[in-house]
């Protein structure tokens, strides 16, 4: 405790294996702090590690990222142009192009130098209206013509901060590539869970993520018939005294509607 006062969102390994083995035949599991507590009055201390996909959750990543730029005066529903405030906010957190929020109300897309946008009103079935000073300049998040593997990589990578070697990209693409082959395109104009994006991306595209914790990877597939060579569950495979079934009655489906 004295070395690590905080221990939230690190890594742990879980080892498991026999008295016979040395530390590298043993099977490690691979998982990401989400609370500590203790030590407590008998010494006790406890720990509880979740997946890397923890890291995506609502309060943790939001995408985009709240903007902090301002108006700096009033503007008409007929200005090309702005200044942002505070000074110097627009090297700090704005491209060079791209596509603005408005206040919640307009989207635009501009140029920037410095502190200055240069913008063209009513973008994305906005409309221009005036605008005063203060109103908050939120950068929005354009995707245009990109794999859903791409979206949900630079999702976890750029906006829940999921380290770039739990994902690998090519295998990820092998498989877009295979069971989806479609690009997307989309404007994303308020800051956003990650986790409520990335879920609304798969069940359109009937795709799943999962960690998997021996190989310390996020793995990406899509919903498909299983394969024929595949392991099956018998009555060798079950440990005795193992095995329950339970009605998910809530996951049942009586209509659908399209």
Known sequence: RARWPFTQGADIRLIRGDSNQTL???ETRHFIIDSS?????????????KDALKLADGKKSQAPVLSQGELSADISAGATAFTLSPIGVGNAGYPASGFLNLSGE???SFARAGDVMTIVRGQFNTVAVEHEAGARVQLCLRY????????????????ANV??????????????????????????????????LINELLQQTASTIWWDDVAKLIRFRVLKAVDTGAATYNDDLIVGGSFSAKDQNSKRVSQVWT
Do not use: R
């Open 106 to 108: 307009e989207v635009v």
């Open 24 to 26: 590298a035949q043993m």
């Open 37 to 49: 507590a203790g030590p407590d009055s008998k010494g006790s201390f406890s720990m509880v590690s």
């Open 144 to 159: 245009e013509n990109k794999k859903v593997s791409f979206i949900i990589e630079d999702q976890l990578i750029n906006y």
């Open 163 to 196: 380290p770039a070697s739990y994902i690998s990209s090519s295998d990820w693409e092998i498989e877009d590539d295979a069971y989806i082959n479609k690009l997307y395109s989309a404007l994303i104009a308020e800051p956003e869970s990650a986790h409520d």
